[in-house]
């Protein structure tokens, strides 16, 4: 090919890909991001809760427990259900949760839905790494993979960051608010672009 020659544009497919991959990477990000995001505002939820540090690192606690355990649960639903609708009943229950965050009342409330948040922020690192599965072969799959585990270590390095600056100038309530504007952001999206990679014939019993 000579060097003036205009070079072939890119396939439409591989387009299509890294946009799917921007989008799995965001997935992964929800977890590991909500884990982090409100540390900076501990002494202001205990001074307005009158409780201990203790009692909030017990809501960091059930976060993580909750999110284990339905680790072990999202893969057998996905296989069973289908990869988009377990992600969008993730993010409807991940969102709802949040928004109780933001409006908890007292410690007991808060520890509650920190726990619901857990069970559902899970949905996008397991089944995103499905669909990546389903969809990715060979070096495309390393590729998509790599992308997607560098934004699953930037998140727990910026949402501190994040966290600190909006409690500063807003308080600790609206960093509660702001994650549930992106789950709600998410889920729109997800809802439209995020594609469905499991055919129903290749779907198993749930086990």
């Known amino acids: 090919m000579s060097p003036d020659a205009p070079r072939p544009a890119p396939a439409p497919a591989a387009r299509r890909s890294w ?10 990000m929800l977890g590991p991001f909500s884990i982090d995001l409100y540390l900076p505002a501990f002494g202001a939820i205990g001074g307005e809760f009158g409780v201990p540090p203790v009692a909030l690192q017990a809501t960091l606690s059930a976060y993580l427990f909750a999110y284990a355990f339905m680790m072990l649960w999202h893969g057998a639903l996905s296989d069973a259900l289908g990869r988009r609708p377990v992600v969008l009943a993730g993010l409807v229950v991940y969102a709802v949760a949040t928004l109780g965050c933001a409006i908890a009342g007292n410690i007991e409330s808060l520890l509650l839905v920190r726990a619901l948040q857990g069970l559902s922020a899970g949905a996008g690192l397991v089944v995103g790494r499905a669909i990546i599965r389903d969809r ?24 501190p960051m994040l966290g600190g600056l909006v409690f500063v100038y ?28 499991l055919a129903p014939e290749h779907r198993q019993k749930f086990a």
């Open 136 to 159: 990715y072969h060979g070096s495309e799959a390393q590729k998509v993979m790599s992308m997607v585990t560098i934004f699953f270590g930037l998140a727990p390095a910026v949402a």
């Open 170 to 197: 807003a308080g600790w309530h609206a960093i509660f608010w702001l994650l549930t504007g992106i789950a709600a952001t998410m889920l729109l999206v997800n809802a439209r672009w995020l594609p469905e990679s």
């Open 19 to 28: 946009g799917l991959a921007a989008l799995l990477a965001t997935l992964v």
